[in-house]
């Protein structure tokens, strides 16, 4: 069913999310996840945009429906949009908030720190929606955080895809290209607690 709204914090368009790829520039084996089901699920969610409807990766809650996820880059980057395809039956996250430069964020503390931006979700199960970040909040980050503290009412969350739109700086050369990228520990469980040239892909 199309999603109809006027709603500025996000955009539509299926088509935009071809350029959604930056997610080779991700070490993913980084990436981290807290209340993750399945320990480093996490890592196979930051999928390329054709695989974006696979349904045999994806990260699930583990005690209720929260989830933390730790995204940590290579290079200096700038983040444009973020695309998020989750669950049905209610386990689609209907909250995020982003966290940069903070590495240390957990179920713990994450109430002590003020989110740089949050956004209310929508199920979006064809990654139609991509979520305008704040441009002057989202410049010259090497890590990102992602908080998903509830849903549509399911006891815990899935999230299948994740995506960023944004700009990577190489490492390596004082050179900045715009790309688009497809993505993002102190504990697994809340009971338990890159260097590379860049590419214009535009």
């Known amino acids: 069913m199309a999603h109809q709204c006027n709603d500025s914090s996000h955009s539509h368009g299926v088509d935009d999310g071809i350029e959604y790829s930056l997610n080779r520039y991700l070490d993913t084996g980084r990436i981290t996840c807290l209340n993750e089901k399945v320990k480093g699920s996490v890592q196979h969610i930051f999928k390329s ?3 974006r409807h696979d349904l045999k990766h994806f990260v699930e809650s583990c005690d209720d429906e929260e989830l933390i996820i730790n995204i940590p880059f290579g290079a200096v980057t700038q983040i444009k949009s973020i695309i998020i395809i ?3 039956g209610g386990s689609f996250p209907n909250k995020m908030k982003a966290y940069i430069n903070n590495s240390n964020i957990d179920f713990g503390n994450i109430s002590s720190f003020a989110s740089t931006q949050e956004w209310n979700l929508h199920e979006d199960f064809e ?10 909040k989202f410049n010259n980050i090497n890590h990102l955080t992602l908080y998903f ?3 549509f009412g399911s006891p815990t969350s899935k999230i299948y895809f994740i995506a960023l739109k944004g700009v990577y700086t190489s490492a390596k050369r004082e050179i900045v290209n715009t790309v688009y990228e497809s993505k ?3 504990q697994d469980h809340k009971s338990d607690i890159f260097n590379g040239v860049s590419h214009d892909l535009s």
């Open 49 to 51: 945009w054709e695989d």
């Open 86 to 88: 989750g669950g049905d």
């Open 127 to 136: 990654g139609q929606i991509g979520y305008s970040t704040k441009p002057t």
């Open 149 to 151: 503290p509830s849903n």
């Open 184 to 186: 993002p520990q102190l």
